[in-house]
């Protein structure tokens, strides 16, 4: 009884293990794409002073001079703006950028790095090794405040949104499941993906203090869009946001939680288009 029992615990933990990763493969994500017969193309920028691989999947539609670079919250993968991707409108305003953050995805998957300043540098390096010009930066969840600490770190960076971003230190909400990834005990039964976010919840108070100075150095445009009902990161990051951007926007999105970024891309995408738009009317 116990043996059987020890069985199907290994088989549960294997099977959550593959289905739980919220990733796709190279292969399958050009399978996909070529169906939709979307122009994508899939890479690796090798960050060698971090002995890391960053994954960056490539959407195109003809020529722009507007490049949007989406950054996930976690645990996820680029995978998450599929939605983005896909939409024709989108694509033909500007060229498109999914990134998996590190330790996520397929940029060395389970290497979880928790400083916000060093995943920023890291997405730096991917805008330079591209060479993009006029960048937009847009994260959602946990990668909101790495999306505007890419633009302390990088004046390629000319705009920034942030959806439901966990950016104010004093309103970091601590998640007892979170918990369960750090205690020695029960690790190893947490799928990958869900370990990475742990750690990264566990610090992430602390790592974005140790950030907040720089803020008072980003003079381009960011929005910040939040809803109203959002129960994992609250409301209330966007008084820090209005105190901390020197040219900053916020928009509400009326009963929402905090699934607005992937559930909703309908709500988001007027706010990117006008980005794009204001970001070309400071540039040209």
Known sequence: MKNAFLICLTALIFSSCTR??????????????????INSRVAYVEIDSLDL????????QGVSDINLVFL???PSSLSAWNKYFKDSLLRSKATLHGVDRPGYGYSNFGDVITSIDTQAKVISAVIDEYKLENVVTIGSSYGGPVAARVAVENKRVKGVIMISPAIDPENEQRIWQSDFTQFWLTRWLVPTGYRMAGDEKTTHAAELEKIVD?????????MHIHGDKD????????????RVFSDIEVFTTPDT???????????IM?????????VKSNTY
Do not use: C
Not at 20 to 37: G, P, V
Not at 53 to 59: D, E, H, L
């Open 53 to 60: 691989k960053v994954r960056i999947q490539t959407v195109s």
């Open 214 to 222: 720089g803020w008072s150095t980003v003079s381009i445009p960011v």
């Open 72 to 74: 996930h919250g976690s």
């Open 257 to 267: 939680g905090h699934e607005i970024a992937w559930s909703r891309p309908d709500l």
């Open 270 to 278: 007027p706010y990117i288009l006008m980005m794009i738009e204001r």
């Open 20 to 37: 739980l990763q919220w990733r796709s493969s190279d292969a399958e994500i050009s399978t996909a794409f070529a169906a939709a017969q």
């Open 231 to 242: 129960d994992l990161v609250p409301y209330e990051n966007i008084a820090y946001s209005k």
